[in-house]
């Protein structure tokens, strides 16, 4: 059975941290395309950050470069979102998905090229 599961979403005060893991089930991550996505109310769901092949060519929305790190663990089919200095303006739902073997880099931020998502997690920025 292919599963995605996130955990990791919480209330943090701006400027705070948080880590996100979403661990797979039923497939191997590090064959596969992976991103996270947010979605916040009255938006569309937007790339965050996505790995688009497993030679780990890494892209970053321009809203997160410098703050998010992306990442995997192949031993534990595990993906991350650090997430530092946290903003108000990042409070959403965020989703974890893991696509193709390989996205063309322009692509990798594009919801629809992803097969599998997770169920979300809501990340809260507020003092």
């Known amino acids: 059975q292919v599963q995605l599961v996130e955990s990791g979403g919480d209330l943090v005060q701006p400027g705070g941290s948080l880590r996100l893991s979403c661990a797979a089930s039923g497939f191997t991550l590090g064959d596969r395309a992976i991103g996270w996505f947010r979605q916040a109310p009255g938006k569309e769901r937007e790339g965050v950050s996505c790995i688009s092949d497993s030679y780990g060519r890494v892209s970053y929305a321009d809203s997160v470069e410098g703050r998010f790190t992306i990442s995997r663990d192949n031993a534990d089919n595990t993906m991350y979102l650090q997430m530092n200095s946290l903003q108000p303006e990042d409070t959403a739902v965020y989703y974890c998905?893991?696509?193709?073997?390989?996205?063309?880099?322009?692509?990798?931020?594009?919801?629809?090229?992803?097969?599998?998502w997770g169920q979300g997690t809501q990340v809260t920025v507020s003092s």
């Open positions: 998905a893991a696509g193709p073997p390989r996205l063309l880099f322009r692509l990798c931020m594009i919801p629809s090229q992803y097969n599998y």
